[in-house]
Every structure is written in C-alpha cells, then in structure tokens.
C-alpha cells in the first residue's frame, strides 16, 4: 500500500521561507516522477513543481524563482523549499507521485498518488 505523508506547513508572514517534506512509503519504484500541488478555498488544484524521475524539474509560473523541489531517494522523501512567501501562495499543499512512469505531468489526473496535504497560510 503507497501512502506519501507531507509534513512542515505552518503559519508564515509574507516574505518568509517554509520547507515542505513528503516521505512515500510503499512505491515500488522510487524514481517515479513526483510532484507538489496546491488547492487554495474555492480554487482547484494546481502544479507548483515536479521532478521526473530523468531529474528535470519544472514549476509553475507563479512559484519559479521562489520554491524549489528537491528529492532524497534513499529517504524516499520529496521536498519543497518555499522562499519569499506571499499570501496568495496560502493553501493546502499536496505532494503527489506517478505509477510506473518517469515522466513529469502537470496535471493531477497523471497521478495515482497522493498524500493528505499541509496546511501552508501566509499572513501579509
């Protein structure tokens, strides 16, 4: 059974840094292509940042320049380093991974799993 399980939200004022972290236990194959979403209130959910499984990494327009993904495979553990926080990054952040494919996506409907999600607020 695969279960990602994020950690590291929290309350934030704009301009600070917060470092997610997703540990997946149960993939079969840990070079899978993983990714972080986000779902503001009333919002759907939307790419922030992916890492194929080739090591390529790619981010929203919105995030590029501020937040970072990263992985530890030995730790089966997916980051994302969140710097210069705004208050319209507030949302809950899911980290989500692909089956059996290496390659990155950018929507949700290519990924077989996902974590519960963390709650990130940025106060202005």
């Known amino acids: 059974q695969v279960q990602l399980v994020e950690s590291g939200g929290g309350l934030v004022q704009a301009g600070g840094s917060l470092k997610l972290s997703c540990v997946a236990s149960g993939l079969r194959d840990s070079w899978v292509a993983k990714a972080w979403f986000r779902q503001a209130p009333g919002k759907e959910r939307?790419?922030?940042?992916?890492?194929?499984?080739?090591?390529?990494?790619y981010y929203s327009d919105s995030v590029k320049g501020r937040f970072t993904i990263s992985s530890n495979n030995v730790k089966n553990t997916v980051y994302l380093e969140m710097n210069s926080l705004k208050p319209e990054d507030t949302a809950v952040y899911f980290c989500?991974?692909?089956?059996?494919?290496?390659?990155?996506?950018?929507?949700?409907?290519?990924?077989?799993?996902w974590g519960q999600g963390t709650q990130v607020t940025v106060s202005s």
């Open positions: 989500a991974a692909r089956g059996a494919t290496m390659s990155a996506s950018t929507s949700r409907n290519d990924y077989n799993y």
């Open positions: 939307e790419f922030v940042a992916i890492e194929s499984g080739y090591g390529g990494r």
